[in-house]
Antibody, heavy 117, light 111 residues
């Protein structure tokens, strides 16, 4: 069964760093494009970053230079390294798998990040 | 690319049809002929789930009462007969190019 389980969220002070993990099962995480999407409290969905086969990455302007997406094949896990966190990064972060041709067909349950002093 | 959904809120009667519009600021037609638009549903308290990909392809397990149509810059999600389990927020998303952009969402609720 295909499953995605996020972890790593929590309360963090502005300016600090946090790494989110998305453990995948039922498929090989490095073989399918993977995406992070976030949702601020009471708001809509916002694309954050994607990583594609071959390692190409893309980021929203709001996180470019601060966030880094990566995968670890040995752990079959997707990561989002978040540096220089800001209050506006407060959100539930979801990982999702899938490409343009398949849609983002599987989502994790989300992990909440709260950036506050 | 700017994605605009309407309406913001849609009260529906079970058994009746419903329709959600999504407009993009530029064509979502890929050079390979694909229509680069997805539809997602986020039920209350849940993660988003894929309904439709590439404009009109229903995702696995999605009931056939859901259909997607449209081309270029105008797209529609239709529910032929709304059921109580269909409540939630519906989002379109353009997948032609990064940054991937979601529409603002349409909240569907039962009258």
């Amino acid at each position: 069964e295909v499953q995605l389980v996020e972890s790593g969220g929590g309360l963090i002070q502005p300016g600090r760093s946090l790494r989110l993990s998305c453990a995948a099962s039922g498929f090989i995480v490095s073989s399918i494009p993977m995406t992070w999407v976030r949702q601020a409290p009471g708001k809509g969905l916002e694309w954050v970053s994607s990583i594609y086969s071959g390692g190409r990455t893309a980021y929203a302007d709001s996180v470019e230079g601060r966030f880094t997406i990566s995968t670890d094949s040995s752990k079959n896990t997707l990561y989002l390294q978040m540096n220089s966190l800001r209050a506006e990064d407060t959100a539930v972060y979801y990982c999702a798998r899938g490409s343009r041709s398949s849609g983002r067909d599987k989502w994790g349950q989300g992990t909440l990040v709260i950036v506050s002093s | 690319i700017v994605m605009t959904q309407s309406p913001l809120s849609l009260p529906v009667t079970p058994g009746e049809p419903a329709s959600i519009s999504c407009k993009s600021s530029q064509s979502l037609l890929h050079s390979n002929g694909d229509t680069c638009l997805d539809w997602y549903l986020q039920k209350p308290g849940q993660s988003p789930q894929l309904l439709i990909y590439l404009g009109s392809n229903r995702a696995s397990g999605v009931p056939d009462r859901f259909s997607g149509s449209g081309s270029g810059t105008n797209f529609t999600l239709k529910i032929s007969r709304v059921e109580a389990e269909d409540v939630g927020v519906y989002y379109c998303m353009q997948v032609l190019q990064t940054p991937l952009i979601f529409g603002g969402g349409t909240k569907v609720e039962i009258k």
